[in-house]
């Protein structure tokens, strides 16, 4: 069964994306691109992001680099069932997995989803994104989980400051080699952005991480580490 992403309507709501994308970056951010020569140029990939920008990363993740990329997205801020819908069926027709931040659905007076559904979207999303790995396919991810500019909440004192990596992506990448991608580099990326309008960006790429012989805790610290390193101001 062809994935809606696949399809010639999902191809083209991927087209149109990248390129609003893409002129709203170039519009908006005085963008730099450093390490690109860690990014493979065919096969799975994985890329653990810092979150800096709740819009601006995933825009330049998805337009500015070689290759297509599909964001894991937290869809817990949907504004109610409509929003929920419109949100989701947009996710699935770009082929990005969707997943729920128990947390998050806790702030919120009335949220889109219930508490149970928790549980069933990270399964599912961890299904999406081994099924993207397999199909040779990068994917993006944000470990933290919340970004340091948010128009809803600040989870974060200041701009450097870099929440604790969640394991989930690690388990992802996991499953998807124990289904057959192979093995899947792990891409770390760190963001700076320039205070105080943050319109000067620089998104780094560093060498990538595997699974292999490392236990999952390790590698989370590793990529954590790498990610932070990553995401220093220029000297």
């Known amino acids: 069964m062809t994935a809606s992403w696949q399809t010639p309507v999902g191809r083209i ?27 493979p ?18 825009a ?5 680099l070689p290759r297509p990329v599909r964001l894991v997205v937290a869809a817990d801020w949907a504004p109610g069932p409509r929003g929920r819908a419109l949100l989701e069926a ?26 149970t559904d928790v549980v069933p979207y990270l399964r599912r999303a961890g299904e999406a994104v081994a099924a993207l790995l397999r199909a040779g396919e990068v994917v993006a991810i944000f470990p933290e989980g919340y970004p340091t500019i948010d128009p809803e909440w600040r989870t974060k004192p200041d701009d450097m400051t870099i929440l604790p990596f969640r394991s989930g992506f690690v388990r992802f990448v996991c499953r998807a ?14 963001i700076w952005a320039a205070p105080p309008d943050y319109r000067r960006f620089i998104l780094r790429f560093g060498p990538a991480h595997f699974t292999r012989n490392v236990a999952p805790a390790r590698l989370v610290d590793e990529i954590e580490h790498a990610v932070r390193a990553l995401s220093l101001p220029p000297t």
Do not use: K
């Not at 709501?13 to 691109?33: H, K, N, P, Q, Y």
């Open 60 to 64: 330049i993740l998805i337009s500015r």
């Open 41 to 58: 140029p065919r096969g799975p990939v994985l890329i653990a992001a810092r979150h800096f920008h709740h819009l601006y990363d995933g």
């Open 177 to 190: 080699e124990r289904t057959g991608a192979g093995p899947v580099p792990i891409i770390p990326a760190g």
């Open 90 to 115: 947009g996710c699935q027709l770009l082929g990005w997995p969707v997943l729920l931040r128990r947390e998050a659905l806790a702030r919120r007076a009335r949220p889109a989803y219930r508490d």
């Open 13 to 39: 709501a991927g087209a149109f994306c990248r390129t609003v994308a893409a002129i709203g970056t170039r519009l908006r951010l005085d963008l730099t691109i450093e390490g690109l020569e860690h990014l």
